[in-house]
């Protein structure tokens, strides 16, 4: 067995890219791998900022002659269908094929035989494959080449067993081919030349001689140690982000983590200013004090070992920092000269969507919704939602948030308070845009409530009503993110909102379900119960339609509700099959059979099962009591069972006999669905 390593060397790599970048690498050779039908024990792939490297283990040196049985269409199927058979199997013509009886018919069938061979003839074919099917998000041109390719690429190393594969890649044009070759080089600054490697051991222990660490997850580990203790010296805490740690990780080959100190004069910026300015600006880490308020410190991670221990660097990236937040704080001050309420008519400057109108109309279409929704949310003051609602976005022309728009809503939020405006308008200003995901925090606040959910009303109607509705994975407009924030929203503060009171169209309650559906599912929820509870067609009220989920996947669970669940099946499917062969049925049997007509003792159980469940379910279903209805019918099975054990429906000589039997299966079928549709319950 031998091992395989591939480094393919270039001009800096986005970070956002290099890990989906590695794992595609990964996937695509191993893919090509196997469908050489080569086997191998495991595969790693890594990325730095210039490279993406993956390392094979436990390929065969040479490949074994393998044959592959393919089946085609039946014999005497259209000739098209015969030669793309052909063409797939590589076949001259069918009489490079066997004719075989399968005892459903007979059908062509073609059994390639593939030599094998040297592994390392194949690989270099599989190399150029994955390079070319590798879904850079962005890629580019360069030079006189046609190849595109994410940054100029520099170099291939390319070894099995030890030895240089024979092969290249070419660029295009009028550019030299990049031959594979043992030669990388490490660190950009860190290191000179190029050094020839052997194995993937030795390609590692070399690069780290030449400042660069392969392993994405070594060099967060040496980030995130060092500049946890670099905090701990100087008596503040980093705050720690997952997102910036993968980045930061990437922008780097050598991390080497050092601290800041930001200005004592711009400290009176909002913290979230500061935090923006360092996190997606210049990527640096924010730290706090002991009491969670932001430190004047902060974190950035060298890509270089300076010999002045840093001081350099870091004095450097302060003055960049001070900079930055020189604009900020003079935006800072000129924005408070100014209150929101005046600075409303500029909202009519700005056209939210050409079919739409501008951020003026849209703020009045929301503060009408959210007087509209306070009504519905216990404590919201609708004076203050009004209010709230009429300022939400009023600081999108604030200099501020020209320059931060990440902070659209939260310099709202401070500008509010420091007008002394009322804490609840102020939060609900802060508060509107959230959640913005399913970790974001959820508005709790009644104020807050009524215009956050607000918002998210009118983009979803507004742009339900000119056509822009999301198609498979294309939602320019968030219209499924806002969908899951009504949900969050209504359903974790139990506000009880009539959706349909807010909807122009029904199929917006049915993008509601799906949303629904995929979040309740996260949670453990089966979409087919949530399609029976939907499936009742009259239900809006998100809180009351979990109620009935919750309580149907419990009754489901339990054995007197897997029991009722066949009962209603084989009920269900006699009603069904008999109105296929009669499509006037349906009228026929609606409505309670008649006594007179009942002749045998298991029919009459069944009513009078029928007749106690009703008497119950009516109450149950006016107070919510959701569980009680469902367990209203757990005295049904039985009655059901001796009905089919005893009863023939199908009474040939009998046809008002028959009639009245299927009109009491219908009524066991439209009680049941009257809580829920179970023909919607998968089994």
């Known amino acids: 067995m031998a091992e395989f390593l ?34 191998f024990t495991d595969a790693r792939a890594f990325a730095t900022p210039r490279r993406l490297a993956l390392a094979v283990d436990g390929l065969p040196v040479a490949r074994a002659d393998v044959s592959e049985e393919r089946r085609g ?58 390079m070319k099917a590798l879904p850079w998000p962005k890629s580019m041109k360069w030079g006189s080449g046609t190849m595109m390719w994410v940054r100029p690429l520099q170099s291939i190393v390319a070894l099995f067993d030890g030895k240089v594969l024979a092969g290249e890649v070419a660029p295009g044009g009028a550019m030299k081919p990049i031959a594979f070759g043992d030669a990388t080089r490490g660190h950009r600054f860190l290191s000179t030349g190029e050094f020839k490697v052997a194995s ?70 909002p913290p979230e200013v500061l935090i923006v300015s360092m996190k997606n600006h210049q990527r640096y880490f924010a730290t706090t004090k002991a009491d969670g308020a932001l430190a004047n410190r902060f974190v950035v991670v060298a890509n270089n070992v300076a010999r002045d221990g840093g001081k ?77 609602a009429r300022l939400a976005k009023a600081d999108l022309v604030t200099g501020m948030v020209g320059e931060f728009p990440e902070l659209q809503g939260i310099m709202g939020c401070y500008y509010a308070r420091g007008e002394k405006l009322p804490a609840a308008v102020a939060d609900a200003i802060g508060d509107h845009y959230a959640p913005a995901g399913p970790n ?7 104020v807050s409530i009524a215009v956050a959910l607000a918002d998210k009303l009118d983009a979803l109607v507004s742009f339900w009503s000119v056509g822009e509705k999301p198609t498979g994975s294309r939602d320019p407009f968030a219209l499924r993110r806002a969908a899951l924030g009504i949900i969050r929203i209504v359903v974790e503060n139990k506000i009880r909102l009539p959706l349909r009171n807010f909807f122009k169209a029904d199929d917006l309650m049915d993008f509601f379900a799906e949303r629904l559906k995929v979040q309740m599912r996260e949670k453990g929820v089966r979409h087919d119960v949530v399609d029976a509870i ?39 499917n006699i009603v069904r099959a008999e109105e296929k ?58 009655p059901i ?16 006999l028959r009639l009245n039997r299927l009109k009491l299966l219908n009524q066991i079928r439209a009680t049941m669905d009257s809580v829920a549709h179970f023909s919607k319950i998968e089994g």
Request: glycine share 8%.
């Open 6 to 39: 591939l480094e393919l060397l270039s001009e800096e790599i986005p970070a956002r890219m290099q890990a989906r970048a590695a794992e595609d690498l990964k996937r695509l050779v191993s893919d090509g791998l196997k469908a050489a039908g080569l086997t």
């Open 73 to 130: 269409p039946r014999v005497g199927a259209p000739d098209q269908a015969i030669q793309g058979f052909l063409k797939g199997a590589g076949l001259a013509s069918l009489d490079q094929a066997e004719k075989r009886d399968t005892g459903k018919g007979e059908f062509w069938f073609a059994v390639i035989n593939k030599k094998g061979g040297p592994t390392a003839e194949a690989l270099p074919g599989i190399i150029e494959a994955a």
């Open 200 to 269: 993937f051991a030795d390609y590692t222990a070399k690069l780290r001689v030449a400042h660069v660490m392969l392993d994405p997850t070594e060099r967060k580990k040496i980030i995130l140690e060092g500049a946890e203790k670099l905090c701990a010296d100087a008596q503040v805490t980093l705050k720690t982000d997952e997102g910036l740690l993968d980045e930061v990780a990437g922008l780097v080959e050598w991390p080497v983590p050092l601290l800041g100190t930001i200005d004592a004069a711009f400290m009176d910026v």
């Open 312 to 388: 350099t660097i870091a004095e450097g990236n302060e003055r960049v920092l001070r900079a930055r937040l020189s604009d900020a704080k003079f935006f800072w001050d000129q924005d408070r000269k100014t209150t929101l309420e005046s600075r409303l008519p500029a909202l009519k400057g700005i056209v939210f969507h050409a079919k739409l109108g501008t951020q003026a109309e849209r703020v009045e279409r929301i503060a009408k919704l959210a007087g509209e929704i306070a009504r519905f949310v216990p404590g919201a003051d609708e004076k203050q939602v009004e209010q709230a």
């Open 440 to 446: 974001d925090r959820c508005p709790d606040a009644p």
């Open 534 to 572: 939907f499936a009742l067609g009259n239900e809006d009220d998100l809180v009351r339609l979990l109620a009935r989920v919750e309580a149907l996947q419990s009754f489901l669970g339990s054995e007197a509700g897997k029991n009722l669940l066949t009962a209603y099946g084989r009920a269900a």
């Open 581 to 638: 062969k009669d499509k006037g049925l349906a009228a026929k049997i609606a409505g309670a059979p008649d006594v007179a007509l009942l002749e045998q003792v298991e029919e009459k159980a069944v009513v009078t099962a029928l007749t106690e469940i009703e008497r119950s379910l009516g109450p149950a279903l006016k107070a919510e009591d959701f569980a009680g209805a469902m367990a209203a019918f757990a005295g049904l099975r039985a």
């Open 641 to 656: 069972d001796a009905y089919f054990e005893k009863v023939t429906v199908n009474v040939t000589d009998r046809p008002d």
